[in-house]
């Protein structure tokens, strides 16, 4: 059972940068995957960007590339999402995913979920 849990969100304003951290505990992430989500007010869960945790290969929603990189630490068992040039859209609550290994990558294929970490983005 893997346990993760974010940390890095804040008020930002547009324009700005922030780094999102997870740590995962508790299990193996060998051959898997992990991945960030973000839910904004009335909206559903989106895909954000995901890294395969062995070859460090990475994919990202096309809104965010260039400005978000995705990275992660072995050693540490840590997951990044460096993020520049926010903007109010980007406001929402970020969550990390985990998932062992596969090729699909929606949601509901990822069994283990941090808390979440809020960010917001003022113009």
């Known amino acids: 059972q893997v346990q993760l849990v974010e940390s890095g969100g804040g008020l930002v304003q547009a324009g700005g940068s922030l780094r999102l951290s997870c740590v995962a505990s508790?299990?193996?992430?060998?051959?898997?995957?992990m991945a960030w989500f973000r839910q904004a007010p009335q909206k559903e869960r989106e895909f954000v960007a995901r890294?395969?945790?062995?070859?460090?290969?990475?994919v990202y929603t096309p809104s965010v590339k260039g400005r978000f990189t995705i990275s992660r630490d072995s050693a540490k068992n840590t997951m990044y999402l460096q993020m520049n040039s926010l903007t109010p859209e980007d406001t929402a609550v970020y969550y990390c995913?985990?998932?062992?290994?596969?090729?699909?990558?929606?949601?509901?294929?990822?069994?283990?979920w941090g808390q979440g970490t809020q960010v917001t983005v003022s113009s």
């Open positions: 995913a985990a998932k062992g290994p596969g090729v699909f990558y929606a949601a509901r294929y990822y069994p283990f």
């Open positions: 508790g299990g193996t992430l060998d051959g898997g995957d």
């Open positions: 890294i395969n945790w062995n070859a460090g290969a990475s």
